[in-house]
Structures are given as C-alpha cells and as structure tokens.
C-alpha cells in the first residue's frame, strides 16, 4: 500500500511533466514558433546534449560558489542564532539588521562585494550566496533554540547544568528540525544567489555568465540548456538537503 | 537516617507572584513545614492551591517571597547545586532523541560521570524499574507508565537523599498508577530518600505518605496535617479499614469538615 502510494506521488508529476512538455512540443512545431522566442522542448534538451561539457564546467563553479556560500552562511546563521539566544540584547540589536537583510534583493549587493574583494574572485559571489542563506538559518534556528518545553528548563536547572550542557545536550538538539528546514530553504537560495551574482560581472564563468552570453550572442536555445543545468542544479541542492530533513526525522521518531 | 537535621525544613513562607500591570496572585501565605530524611510527605489539595510553587522553592526552580527554606540545612540553590535532590514531573519530560538509557544517564553526564560509571549506574536503575529490556529503545516506544518509570529512575540516578515529585502519577490509568505506587514504596524502601509528592489522589497520598499535608487555596496555606502509621504498605492495606479511615479524614479536610470521627488516624 505505501509502496504503491509512493510510486503514485512519483508518478502523478512525472506525467504532468511529460503532458506540459508533450503540449510545448506540440504547440512550437504546430504554430512555428521561432527559437529565440520560445524554443522547443526537444530543441533544448538537443543543446543540452551538444553542450554538456560546458554546462557541467559552469555548474561546478556556480554549485561550488553556492555550496560555500551555504557553508559560509549556516555556520554563521547557527552561531549567531546561539548567541541571540543568550543574549537578549544581541537579539533585539539584530531585529533590525536581519529584517532588512529579509527585505532587500541580496543580490544587490555583488557590486559592492566585487568592488571590495576584485572582479577576479568569486569571493564575492560566494558571500551573496553565504547572506542570503544566513537569514533563512538565523531564523529557523533561533525559532528552534526557543521551542524547548518548560518541563526540560526545569530539569536542566534542577541538574546545574552550565550554558553550555544546555546549548548541547537540550537546546541544540531540539533544534535540528528547524536547522535542516532552514538549510532547505537555504539550499535554493545559495543556488540562485550564486548565479544571479554572476550578472553583476565577476570571473568569467559560471552558468549565470554563460546564460547571458549566448543570450547575449543570440543561441537562445543554448542558453535555455543552460538555464535546464541550473534547474538541475537548484534541485541537487534542495534534494541533498530535504534527504537530509527526511532521514533526520525519521531518525528522531518524531 | 540518623542525621538530627530536618531534609527540608520550610519556615513561614510566602510566594507571592507578581504579573504585569501590578496584577498579584499570594500563591502562598505563611507556610511551614519540615520533612524528617527517610520521611514520605504527600502535599494535597484543591487546584492552584500552591502545591507545585511550594515544591518548585524547595527546588530552587523559583523564589520565594519570604520566609525561609532549608534543604539539608543548605540553600535550596546551593542543594539544587550540590544535587541533593531528584525531580520528577506530571510530564515524563525525556528527551525523545536520546534513547532510554541515555536519558537516564543525562544528569550523571552533565556532572561528569565517565562512560562506564554511567553505565553500571543505569544498567542498576534500568534493572531497578524493569526496563531492563528497553535501554536502547527511544521515549516514543514506551507506554506511559513505562515513561514515567524512566523519569523516575532518571531522578534517583545521583542517588539522591530528597525526591521531589509533582503528580508524577498524573497522568496514568488507575491500574498502571497502583502498580506504580507499589514500585514507589519499594523504591523509597531500598534507597531510604524522603519524599515530597505532589498529587490530587487521596488514595495515593494515604496509601504512600507518612503525613498528608492538606493545603487550602487563596492564598495556599497548609490547612491541616494526617498523619499516617501504617505498619505496611502493601496491597493488604489497599482493603484494610485504617486505609479507609485515612482516606476519610483526608476527605473532610479537603471537603471543609473536621475529621474528628476517624479513628486510627492522627490529626494535627
Ligand atoms: N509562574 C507563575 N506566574 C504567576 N502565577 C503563578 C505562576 N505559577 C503559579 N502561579 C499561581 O500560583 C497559584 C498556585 O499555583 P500552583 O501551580 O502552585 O498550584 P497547584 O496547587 O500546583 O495546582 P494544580 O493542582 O492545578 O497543579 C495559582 O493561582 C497560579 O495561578
Ligand atoms: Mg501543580
């Protein structure tokens, strides 16, 4: 029953994909629509077979910018969120600097960034990537720090436990489902981060630099295989971590 | 068991807890108590009538208004510190990633217990409540009873002198709570702890308690105290007469009325 009712979920957008892309097919063939602009399913994945090599190039050096952007952030998003916790001072100082982190599109921030550390490195694209996933895992993780049940302060109390005990053996470990949510959310932001900073210059590489050149030098259909790489990509992203998510709850049982 | 000094010694107390907008609640007024080491001493009483607040001062988990609290002629922080005492709630309160034999071993962990010390020790507490055969399951897998005997074992694992628990039976059917009332009796038997217990049963109290601290609520005050003395407890006494007339006298005080009429029962 339950195998069958995973396949079905599996299968039920698989063929609503296969549908939608049968129709697309169907509708540029049948009303010869021109490439550049909408080109065919068939067309694309076509690009993507010919290019290959370089869309794998460019998405190793996009996926690393966003992989230690990821890194960068979550680690700084969960010591932060520790420390907030502590201190209510810092909390309430970060309110502010957090919300307009929320607010603004980060990556408009890559020009400052590519001024500060030179348009050679990806430095700067690494650290767009790293503030946008500092918010999402500042959040969640705080959110989580603070979700322990009044029962176990009592018992942390009543034991003498230091800060620090409280931090590893109770707090943190409550916290992990909302840590691995924030990564989730997080995962896809470092991607779309990475790439879009690459449209504000940078190295010349990357699938962002390479979707806007062969825009830019009219391969429309290249440059929609590129745009597939970074789909792929982005889902890489977020199934490594919803894996993640999903065996850590089914490992907790709860 | 010979030590003259009082495990907790409770002197004209009062808590008074203060809400926002100057809102006041006297949770209690001018309470005092002392509970003899070895010495099982059940606190009953009405809804809000201070039950809890009255165990949370002994355990340092909040603080007094005024008044004083010893617990083995120490602050309560410094015995809450010294882990003079063991806790345990209406809620189990384990922590559901860490499998049975790990939270029992949490406290002896946070003081420094090395791996193997830990081991012997909830390998004999795990024995001690019959979970023997569940060390490596995790909270989720266990029956309510079975929780609340792991946050027991949990709370006698510094072998504490003091056991201070707040309905701890709460929650279980009745069944599964005499069964477990009979466990407490052997448990405070072999490590010879004195008691506080929180419950809102009156059977439970007379059945475990060497006194009954009968409370009164607005603002919390001890009304009257029975005492009880038994010469055992065991499931013969859940049928014997002086059983009955313990749970009588207890009654009336709750109910308002004085329990002169109950004979073999000593009220003071
Ligand atoms: N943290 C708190 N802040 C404000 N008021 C409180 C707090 N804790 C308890 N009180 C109040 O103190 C009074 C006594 O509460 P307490 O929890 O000790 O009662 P109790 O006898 O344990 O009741 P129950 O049998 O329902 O558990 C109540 O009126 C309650 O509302
Ligand atoms: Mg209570």
Redesign the interface.
């Known amino acids: 029953m339950k195998a069958l009712a995973g396949t079905r979920t599996v299968l039920a957008p698989v063929a609503l994909g296969v549908l939608a892309l049968a129709l697309w097919q169907a509708l540029v063939v049948a009303f010869e629509i021109k490439p550049f602009l909408v080109p065919s399913p068939l067309g694309i994945g076509g690009a993507f077979v010919d290019t290959a090599d370089h869309i794998l190039d460019a998405a190793v050096q996009t996926g690393l910018n966003a992989l230690i952007g990821l890194g960068i952030g979550a680690v700084t998003g969960i010591l932060v969120a520790i420390l907030a916790n502590a201190l209510r001072v810092l909390d309430r100082m970060l309110v502010p600097l957090v919300a307009s982190l929320a607010v603004i599109p980060i990556v408009a921030l890559a020009p400052i960034f590519y001024a500060m550390f030179g348009a050679a490195a990806n430095t700067g694209r690494q650290l767009v990537a790293a503030v946008a996933v500092f918010v999402p895992m500042y959040l969640n993780t705080l959110q989580g720090l603070r979700q322990v049940?009044p029962?176990?302060r009592?018992?942390?109390?009543?034991?003498?436990?230091t800060a620090e005990?409280v931090n590893r053996?109770?707090l943190l470990?409550g916290a992990?489902p909302y840590v691995l949510n924030g990564l989730k959310i997080g995962s896809s932001l470092a991607v779309i981060s990475a790439l879009i900073a690459e449209y504000f210059g940078g190295p010349a590489n990357g699938l962002g630099i390479a979707i806007t050149s062969s825009a830019a030098g009219s391969n429309y259909t290249v440059a929609w295989a590129y745009v597939l790489g970074a789909v792929l990509l982005g889902t890489l992203f977020y199934g490594v971590t919803a894996a993640l998510e999903g065996w850590s709850r089914r490992r907790?049982?709860? | 068991m010979t030590d003259p000094r009082p495990a907790v010694r409770i002197a004209s107390v009062d808590k008074i807890f203060r809400g926002r907008k100057g809102a006041e609640v006297h949770a209690l007024s001018d309470v005092s108590l002392d509970v003899a080491p070895g010495e099982f001493v059940s606190l009953i009483g009405p809804s809000g009538c201070g039950k809890s607040t009255l165990m949370r001062l002994v355990a340092d988990l909040d603080q007094l208004t005024a008044g004083e609290i010893e617990v083995f002629g120490k602050t309560p922080e410094q015995a809450r510190k010294d882990q003079d005492y063991g806790i345990a709630f209406q809620q189990a309160g384990l922590l559901p990633w860490r499998t049975v034999r790990a939270n029992i071993e949490l406290p002896l962990e946070i003081h420094g217990v090395d791996a193997r010390g830990r081991a012997a020790r909830s390998d004999e507490l795990l024995e001690l409540i019959g979970l023997a055969d569940f060390a490596d399951h995790h909270p989720d897998q266990l029956s309510g009873g079975m929780k609340q005997r792991v946050a027991i074992a949990r709370a006698l694992a510094e072998r504490p002198r003091l056991l201070l628990m707040d309905e701890p039976f709460g929650a279980l059917d009745e069944i599964t709570r005499e069964h477990m009332q009979n466990e407490l009796v052997a448990l405070c038997k072999e490590t010879g702890a004195a008691v506080i217990f929180v419950t809102h049963s009156i059977p439970e109290a007379v059945f475990l308690s060497d006194r009954v601290v009968v409370m009164s609520p607005r603002p919390g005050r001890i009304k009257d105290i029975v005492t009880l003395d038994f010469s055992a407890r065991d499931e013969e006494l859940r049928e014997d007469s002086t059983f009955y007339d313990g749970v009588t006298a207890v009654r009336m005080l709750l109910h308002d009325g004085a329990a002169d009429g109950a004979r073999g029962v000593e009220n003071r």
């Open positions: 049940e029962v176990h009592d018992l942390m109390r009543s034991y003498a436990a005990q053996m109770l470990p992990v907790r049982r709860t």
